[in-house]
């Protein structure tokens, strides 16, 4: 006789076409409106039981109903990539691609429903490479069905994730991890979580009604060999793996798009004499970056110098203007600096064009001409570091 004490809790518990179903941890079991006579759900028992191998690649904790249909998340590993993270770990989390599968009542299996959602989203509040699980969408979360659309909600990292036409069509609707940065024409957001080694960028051209992450997280031009804990030896098991480059950054220090989707991102790293990409740029609003390196351009040196910060960027001609600053420690007497600098607008030639150890930080750029312009900055008082104040500048030599 079927006893259910011996399972512990109970995950979920729904009705198919007036029959109660349970599931206990991760096994259906069902009976009659009386809750007596409990049988296994399926009438092959090893069928889809958690202590055999027919399930695997079913999330089977998460069983949810629609319209008396039954549906489990499904996921499965993507060979060929791996999940950004820090890059001097040689193991990096797998790329899960996710779905929904059907029960076929006709063939008594579960069938794929609608076409895999590939998690190219990460931002979870934990480092990827210690803690997997909270990564995925829809792999370790809860659902909730209201009336014909299913919300599912993403563990650590808070985002949300839609569907309203039964499974058949994702949306990521919430991005509570990200920071607003950059607004175009009044609709288009772009927001980016600040979280070390978790840079991601996600943008809405519906108000913010929907999010859609943009597709940097897997750079396959620049696919490079991690090198393994403890050992110069390179760890050949990922070799042919994909990682990221924005993963070396520690914090997003530039980002800059303009209306026309031309535009670029850096960040700082403790990694720069690598000589790996520092510099990403691209072409499309944020959908895809291309990844470059630029010898002379520096955010940060790991804890040999101050961090530094960006002004924004203005765009003249064919030239993006910025300034990069110092940001000394408060409890640290020294001097503060800027450095100009100046950037083709098809991302080829960068150049410093000005660099200033004159106690002081630039903050915004009003500019429409490169040999005049008006700058708003943060001096300090030569006599007394600790004493700021604000000025207006304006042209090169002022």
């Known amino acids: 006789m079927f006893n259910p004490d011996a399972f512990g809790s109970i995950n979920n518990a729904f009705l198919i076409k007036g029959q109660p179903v349970f599931n206990f941890e991760g096994n259906l079991y069902t009976c009659d409106n ?3 006579n409990w049988r296994y759900y399926f009438s092959d028992t090893s069928l889809y039981n958690r ?6 690649g079913l999330y089977i904790w998460l069983y949810f109903n629609i319209k008396n249909d039954l549906f489990v998340p499904y996921y499965e590993h993507d060979t060929t990539k791996r999940i950004k993270g820090d890059p001097f770990q040689n193991n990096q989390p797998l790329i899960y691609k996710f779905g929904i599968h059907k029960f076929d009542t006709l063939t008594n299996r579960f069938e794929p429903y609608n076409n895999l959602f590939c998690d190219n989203y990460y931002a979870s509040k ?3 490479s210690d803690e997997q699980s909270s990564i995925g969408i829809l792999f370790r979360a809860s659902n909730t069905v209201f009336q ?9 990292c808070k985002s949300i994730v839609q569907s309203r036409d039964s499974c058949k069509t994702w949306e990521l609707i919430s991005n509570l991890s990200g920071t607003p940065k950059i607004i175009l024409n009044d609709s288009t957001y772009f927001y980016i979580d600040n979280k070390p080694f978790h840079n991601d960028i996600n943008r809405t051209t519906d108000y913010g009604v929907t999010f859609h992450p943009t597709e940097f997280g897997l750079d396959t031009v620049n696919a490079r060999i991690i090198k393994s804990n403890g050992s110069s030896k390179y760890d050949t098991t990922y070799r042919l793996m994909c990682i990221t480059y924005f993963n070396l950054y520690n914090e997003p220090k530039l980002f800059y ?12 790293t403790d990694n720069e004499y690598l000589d790996l990409p520092n510099f990403a740029f691209t072409l499309d609003g944020g ?6 390196y630029f010898k002379n351009f520096i955010f940060q040196f790991g804890d040999r110098v101050y961090p530094r910060f960006s002004s924004n960027v203005v765009k003249i001609d064919d030239k993006y203007l910025f300034a990069m600053s110092s940001l000394y420690p408060y409890f640290i007497r020294d001097t503060s600096n800027y450095t100009i600098f100046m950037l083709d607008t098809n991302f080829e030639t960068f150049s410093t064009i000005q660099y200033e150890n004159k106690l002081s930080m630039i903050h915004y750029f009003l500019a429409d001409d490169l040999q005049s312009y008006m700058v708003f900055m943060t001096t300090q008082d030569k006599d007394n570091l600790f004493n700021l104040s604000f000025e207006i500048q304006k042209t090169q030599d002022s």
């Open 34 to 36: 009386e809750f007596n």
């Open 51 to 56: 202590y055999g191998k027919t399930y695997f």
């Open 126 to 128: 934990y480092h990827p």
């Open 148 to 156: 014909d659309s299913i919300i599912v909600k993403a563990g650590s």
């Open 257 to 268: 798009i303009d209306e026309s989707g031309k535009g670029f991102f850096a960040g700082s």
């Open 287 to 292: 959908k895809h970056f291309k990844f470059k």
